[in-house]
């Protein structure tokens, strides 16, 4: 029996029976235990503990710091063997794998950057700024030492950097960035050496600003300007990766805070795919120039094409999605899975491909650690990975790797599709032909008829001219012009194939005139064949959307997944993601991104809505539901950061007893009957609780009035809510239907709303208190509230007195609202139509509240009319009559919207349903 397993048996009990395979998997690991000291195998069997590792590198130095570089590379020896041991044993998974490789990385550099900063800060002093504060040395770890995902043979990528210029203290003093250098420059040397004990680490600074031409440390304000300045795409990827691993910890997190705006764009980019399909050609010429067809790392389908794909992600979208600012492959690839950026099954067997690849080049390395990512040729070479990977023989090796193989390099395909040079089509002819004057006037018209487009020709010729005459496609350099031609010609080649061309084709080319200057949603048109189609039907569907689109082209990332787009989150899901996405957010530091935020959330989804509703996914009511929810889900995180802003400027407002006052948001109107639709804007009424307004606020770095901050905050919500940013507004607010109109408080306290309600109200005020609720804030006074509105409402009147002044007020309405004519009929406004059929429910409600709680539990037209039918007060035939014509009405006027249109039908249009409603007004109102 082989004598190094007799050995060890007894030492690696719970490991013996696997020794045997594992030593022949790996001549490394036999040499490495047949060295090592029986006290040595303490700890071989089982995982580490958080921390561990980093200990016993630091303790080994710490017992001989005068000889830091042998004990590096003998800790360096007993760690390696024992992570390959566990790993080939199969007592470690791969994630435990590369994270004790990377541990052990991170130790050690840290370890030889103290040491040498000892000799260093011994022969010339502390390295101090101006203002005399230590300059501190960073290392950032990049690539898979950055993403804890180490290879066991692998160089480790390091970028040196230190915090600041300025001297060292010393006797001998130089400037701190000649003491870095050296500091650099030793501590590497340190690391990859050779002795008679081996190396620590291979050590590569390539990756730092300028490469070998650049200097080995820069101090944090040249590394921004760099970046800023002459910063490379490649770079971008690189940094992605990147992690402090040794000297001041906390410092590097901040210097990646600060790079973080060149590292991920601040709204989705689509160039980033171009960048990295261009990166990705260089590996494959240096791939099929070297002969390394059969590199696991670098070869088609092979490991640096996962990274690739996950990485694309991360820089398209990394701005907008802090998921995706994680430098681990395995846990972002998981994210793109459960949220949709990838087929969650596809994602899935990346996820195995990736694993199998890993543990494939780990074991490729653990036969000598060697630092190979090619397949082998020697017989004993494959007879060892054969065994270190528990296949059978090398045939079902070599067919498990091809299988492996072929599915990522189907995948990279798929995120990176390019495009073949096909013979120029009859589209791009006629575009090319067009843009450069080739065709014009009647020979144009001609060849647009001839195309298909038979209809308004004019109309296509005339915005082909328009988009070619904005500023910044002229200014485009002649390579833009050319992909933008090529979009052009797609686009044309889809609007082709709905029932009126012209209609598809103008509106799009409205889009891409609106987003003409930025490059990225060309790119994402050009790139995504889903989102250009998706662009094409929607905006043949809908001016509405043509120009939603336009106004907020942010929106065209929704566009990718059609999945998604046409199935709108339900209430809890819309809510929860706002959440997640505001999670980062801290106004007022963050006050811009924070408004762009709930701008783009509010067309993201009014987006998805309008889509699923173009396709009938959705019926009416659905509609209006998430429309409704999406200004609740706005709302109430407007408020959030409106009052993150005011208590860290102004503490918070407190109550007589010592608790914090409190603020809610009331809904009116279609708000608050559950009602909006496409452009609605929200009728608001805000309360407070606050019981001593004369005192000052608490526990801020200024104090200001209560009374003073609590109209504060309610200017700060609607600024929230609608001042007009680059992206847009959220919503338009109208504040007229507070206590007093618009010559009352901004904020009124519940009991001064109450006694307003009870004492002041016209019956008017009182109509539109059927259609409040509570909304966002204080649940406390949304139940006050709620109570105050059901007294309210239930406070038995008199039929004829109400009945003659809600007809006077519907008189006056239509006498000033109503566009009928003879030859059309406002839906709204004219006679039998919604205002009549709301103002009957209305006077229901007020008239018969106080014999039936049930009348006033809801605020939406369509409930109250069921709960006055139970209630006695209208027939059952009445109630479905309303409500369908309630339903024809709403359905209508919103189909209308959706095409730009007025809310004026053709006189003989709804003559029927006109009817129903002007009978049961005469029976009801007598009017």
Known sequence: MDELIVALAPRLPT?????????????????????????????????????????????????????????????????????????????????????????????????????????????????????????????????????????????????????????????????????????????TKLLLAQTEDGFVFRVDTMLRPFGSAGALSASFPALEDYYQVHGREWERYALIKARPIAGDLEAGERLLRALRPFVYRRYLDYNAIGALRELKKLIEDEVARKGLEDNVKLGAGGIREIEFIVQSFQLVRGGSVAALRDSRLRPVLRYLGENGYLDAGDAQRLDEAYVFLRRLENAIQMYADQQTHALPMAEDARAALVAALCFQDWAALVARVTEVRSFVRAQFARVFATRHHAPESVQQQLVDALWSGALTGDAALEALYAAGFRRHPQAVLAQFESLREVRLVRAMREEAVQKLRALLAEIVELALTHAEPETALVRTLRVVEAVAGRSTYLTLLRESVAARGTLVRLCAASPWLTEFIAHAPIVLDSLLDARALYAPPERAELFAELARRAEPLHPPADTEQAMDLLRHYQKEITLRVAAADLVEALPLVKVSDRLTWLAEAIVSQALAFAWQEMRAQYGAPLRNDGTPAGFAVIAYGKFGGVELGYGSDLDLV?????????????????????????????????????????????????????????????????????????????????????????????????????????????QPRDPDRLRQEIVEMRAKMRANLDKSTSEVWDIKQGEGGLVDLEFITQFLVLRDAHHDAGIVEWSDNWRQLEALERAGSIGGQDRDALIRCYRTFRGWAHKRALQNESSLAAADEFVQERATVLDVRRRVLQA
Request: aromatic share 6%; with cysteine.
């Open 15 to 187: 490991l013996a029976s696997e020794l045997p395979r594992v030593l022949a998997a790996s001549r490394f690991l036999r040499a490495a235990l047949a060295a090592l000291d029986a006290d040595d195998l303490d700890g071989f069997e089982r995982s580490y503990r958080h921390g561990e590792l980093a200990a016993r590198v630091d303790g080994a130095v710490a017992a001989d710091p005068a000889m830091v570089a042998r004990v590096l590379r003998r800790a360096r020896r007993r760690e390696m063997a024992r992570i390959a041991l566990r790993d080939l044993a199969g007592a470690a998974g791969l994630d435990e794998t590369l994270r004790d490789l990377s541990d052990l990385a991170d130790a050690c550099v840290a370890a030889a950057l103290r040491g040498v900063e000892n000799r260093l800060q011994a022969r010339h002093g502390v390295p101090r700024g101006a203002d005399g504060e230590i300059v501190r040395p960073v290392v950032l770890g990049m690539g898979k030492l950055g993403g804890r995902e180490l290879n066991f043979s692998s160089d480790i990528d390091l970028i040196f950097c230190h915090t600041d210029s300025g001297e060292t203290d010393g006797e001998r003093s130089i400037s701190s960035d000649e003491y870095f250098i050296k500091l650099a420059q030793e501590t």
């Open 686 to 794: 805000f309360l407070h609780d606050c019981d001593q307004l004369d005192a000052d606020s608490a526990g801020g770095p200024r104090s200001i009035n209560n009374g003073t901050y609590l109209a504060r905050l309610a200017q700060r919500l609607i600024n929230w809510l609608a001042t007009q940013t680059p992206a847009g507004r959220a919503y338009e607010v109208d504040m007229e239907l507070r206590p007093n109109g618009r010559s009352g408080l901004l904020v009124s306290s519940v009991a001064s709303f109450e006694s307003y309600q009870r004492n002041e109200a016209w019956t008017w005020e009182h109509q539109a208190l059927t259609r409040a609720r509570w909304v966002a804030g204080s649940t406390g006074i949304g139940d006050a509230f709620t109570r105050i509105r059901r007294e309210v409402l239930m």
